[in-house]
């Protein structure tokens, strides 16, 4: 039997189900370690055949879950994979380049390269080595982005990090007296306890632990199972439930801990920053002023007001009830 002939490409079509796949591999982001959150779409004659991600655990890999729902209707599509199908063995489950061979997979179209030297270029070449199309590089930022923590574990051998502040107006993140509660309102809070599902770990100082004592837990129905691992910066020992780090560089050493989320306060949030280890700034700015009080921030160790410049892209912005939230990259991973 001849099979749907789907080689042929559209980039268009090419773009769009690469972007859903990319929305696939968000569900993973905080589930998945130690495996990339890697998302894939099985597309026969213009229909998605197949949807995957990658599972709680690592297992299965986005492409066998997505080959799995495809079945028979693999064969001669095309997948739309978020990172290069693994080439390497793992006696957790098969290769996936070896398994989009088996289904019959006529092209495959990739955003992003694995940087894992166990693949890196290996996986795509198996593919065209048993006559499937194989391109590589389609919306290879925003996938980069999606799997920033596998990418930046693999290149610089940390986790991603996020730093969340709740702000007023005037970048306040306390009253004089240290409450915090509560600067934003339920749409943002809801927002920020979304984001925490998709970290493996969230960070506090010691100074937040003593003044709030945080559950840090996700308070979502349904994602209450999605809470991450608590981390404490501090110089003194952790309470039960907790892991504790004496410095943030530290963070190089948690183990399946791809996606990191710290919430502040002032003292821990400019140690990351003065690091250089944050990758991605959440703001949520509530309507209010506070005037004397807390500011965000500590020390960052800027010394001239030109280096502040071109150190921050905007990517999101949107209100969150009465709330404006803000996502900036650092401009290098922008
Ligand atoms: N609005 C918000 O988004 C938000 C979020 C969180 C907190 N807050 C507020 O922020 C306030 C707490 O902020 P904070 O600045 O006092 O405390 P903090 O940032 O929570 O903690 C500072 C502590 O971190 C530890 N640490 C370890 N290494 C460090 C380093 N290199 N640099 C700085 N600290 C290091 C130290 O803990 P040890 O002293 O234990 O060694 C230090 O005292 C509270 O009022 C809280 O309500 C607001």
């Known amino acids: 039997m001849t099979p749907p002939a789907d080689a042929t490409a559209d980039p268009l079509a090419d773009r769009r189900f690469m972007a859903a796949a990319i929305a696939l591999s968000e569900r993973g982001r905080g589930l998945s370690t ?6 894939c779409l099985i597309v026969c004659e213009g229909r998605v055949v197949g949807r995957g991600w990658t599972q709680k655990g690592g297992r299965p890999h986005a492409e066998a879950q997505a080959l ?14 978020t990172l290069e199908p693994c080439f390497h063995l793992s006696p957790r489950g098969p290769r996936c380049a070896d398994l989009i061979v088996r289904a019959g997979i006529r092209r495959v179209v990739i955003a992003l390269r694995d ?51 709740g702000l007023s107006l005037d970048g306040r993140i306390a009253l004089p007296d240290g409450s915090s509660r509560w600067i934003t309102g339920p749409d943002a809070r809801a927002h920020a306890h ?8 969230i960070l506090a100082g010691g100074g937040t632990l ?16 999605h809470s991450p691992r608590r981390i404490l910066l501090s110089g003194e020992a952790a309470p039960q439930g907790w892991e504790r780090i004496e410095r943030p560089e530290d ?18 949030a400019a140690a990351f920053l003065r690091a250089g280890l944050v990758d991605r700034l959440l703001l949520y700015r509530a309507p209010i002023l506070i005037g004397e009080g807390l500011a965000a921030l500590g020390d960052i160790g ?9 150190r921050w892209t905007l990517t999101d912005e949107r209100r969150l009830g009465v709330d404006r939230l803000e996502v900036y ?6």
């Open 210 to 225: 003593r003044a709030d004592a945080p559950r840090l837990d996700v308070r979502l129905p349904g994602l209450e199972s």
């Open 115 to 165: 940087p894992d030297p166990r693949t890196d270029g290996q996986g795509a070449a198996w593919l065209r080595d048993h006559g499937v199309a194989a391109e590589m590089g389609l919306l290879e930022a925003e996938a980069r982005a999606a799997m920033a923590g596998f990418v930046l574990r693999q290149t610089l051998g940390r986790p991603a990090v996020t730093l969340k502040l």
């Open 68 to 81: 799995e729902q495809a079945m028979d209707r693999a064969r001669g599509a095309t997948a739309y994979v």
């Open 194 to 201: 979304l984001e925490r599902a998709r970290h493996d770990a």
């Open 34 to 39: 130690p495996n990339p959150n890697v998302g």
């Open 251 to 268: 963070i190089a050493a948690l183990e399946r801990v791809d996606h990191l989320l710290v919430e502040g306060g002032a003292g821990a």
């Open 302 to 310: 800027l010394a001239d007001l030109a280096d502040a410049h071109g």
């Open 329 to 334: 990259v650092a401009a290098r991973n922008a």
